[in-house]
């Protein structure tokens, strides 16, 4: 059912600040507060008094939504729910429909079916024919386990159900492991429009993350087909041909800025949530290097700047426990243009982060209450958000 009440946000952050991620994605553990240096301070104490300029407005419930995706040029919203199902929401008329043809998905732990992805050469107003590109779990060999991420096509009845058609899988992560947690598996297609770039999560397995003949804690970026492309900095080195950049844990948020930069945010260990400026050939230390430390308190060396890791641009103790993120380009929002925005599943509240060149420092946080999974820009200028879990509610944010 659809609900357009509507709920006036104007509230200050709440004092509480928790201290991990623990339970932001169920294969994390309860972990201790890891004290924040006085930069991060100052920047919480300035984004403790901001208030919300915003009005939120309920748009439907959804089982477990996981991501949120505007095919360009529309106002469909399909919606991934983690459970295996896929909705789309017309903006327009208010009405949900079913999405048939979805891959069967392994819903367990944090995994299930995952992020969407469509391309902007294809916006009009027509969605039959539309390519759209899915991540999801599937199980291997052995109760082990992989993200993978398919091509398709979207066909949509005039105002009926839709379809998801010739769903071919393009890429896996390899291997596939033990374990439920940390598929990260985000998609961004890359301003040209040529590439697709997918975030794949270290498994919980950590060492990978340093070795690039696999794929685990690392960035790839393919041609549209899944094929690796052209000029990927370890294809005559004897590692993946389709890595772009290594040394991650598990990356929620995956978006380009208005400059064509790749942004992307990921999860510390007990502290040292990362938002990280995403370069060619780029290690970014993980498990090397946290601003976090291990869950049984074991600690691990912070980033310097000569430790021959790339440090991120901003990092969070106590965690924020990012969901997803965007860049804002929109017009709605004209102050926010070019901040991320990340939605925290532990804070139960929207980040606001200020970029400037190669720097970002938080400057807002607007409390929701609720566990915070996905966020996209609708095609005015709105920010739509996805609350975790059962019976969570999209949001639409206006001025």
Not at 53 to 59: A, G, H, L, Q, R
Not at 211 to 217: A, F, I, K, M, R
Request: hydrophobic letters at 40%.
């Amino acid at each position: 059912m659809i609900s357009h009440s509507q709920l006036s946000l104007a509230f200050v952050l709440p004092a509480c600040l928790l201290a991990s991620c623990a339970n932001a994605e169920n294969g994390d553990s309860a972990a201790t507060m890891v004290a924040a240096d006085s930069a991060t301070s100052a920047a919480k104490s300035e984004a403790q008094a901001a208030k919300a300029p915003f009005t939120v407005s309920e748009m439907g419930t959804f089982d477990s939504p996981w991501a949120i995706e505007f095919a360009p040029g529309t106002q469909m919203l399909f919606i991934t729910e983690k459970g295996g199902t896929m909705k789309v929401l017309d903006t327009a008329s208010g009405r949900t429909a079913s999405v048939s043809g979805v891959p069967q998905v392994l819903a367990a732990g944090q995994g299930g079916l995952g992020d969407i992805a469509f391309l902007p050469a294809e916006a009009d107003d027509a969605i039959e024919g539309r390519t759209i590109y899915l991540s999801w779990a599937e199980a291997g060999e052995g109760d082990t386990a992989g993200a993978a991420v398919g091509r398709g096509m979207i066909t949509c009845e005039t105002g009926g159900e839709c379809a998801l058609e010739g769903l071919e899988v393009i890429w896996r992560q390899a291997p596939k492991v033990s374990g439920r947690g940390h598929y990260s598996h985000r998609l961004a297609i890359a301003p040209d429009g040529e590439h697709l770039f997918i975030a794949s999560g270290d498994r919980q397995k950590m060492s990978p993350a340093q070795d690039p003949s696999n794929t685990l804690g690392t960035i790839v970026r393919l041609n549209l087909d899944g094929t690796p492309a052209s000029g990927n900095p370890l294809a005559s080195e004897g590692g993946d041909p389709a890595i772009w950049s290594w040394g991650h844990r598990n990356i929620l948020g995956l978006d380009f800025d208005a400059q064509g930069r790749l942004w992307e945010t990921e999860h510390g260990p007990a502290g040292g949530d990362e938002l990280n400026l995403v370069t060619r050939a780029a290690n970014y230390g993980w498990p090397e290097r946290s601003n976090g430390e291990h869950y049984n308190g074991d600690p691990i060396r912070d980033h310097s700047a000569d430790d021959g890791f790339t440090s991120p641009a901003t990092w969070w103790n106590p965690v924020i426990a990012p969901g997803d993120m965007i860049i804002y380009t929109g017009e709605m929002f004209a102050p926010w243009q070019g901040d991320a925005l990340i939605p925290g599943l532990k804070i139960e509240a929207l980040v606001r982060v200020d970029i400037e060149g190669t720097s970002a420092r938080e400057v807002a946080r607007y409390d929701f209450g609720k566990r915070l999974r996905s966020i996209e820009q609708g095609p005015d200028g709105a920010i739509w958000l996805a609350e975790d879990g059962r019976d969570g509610r999209i949001l639409k944010l206006t001025m």
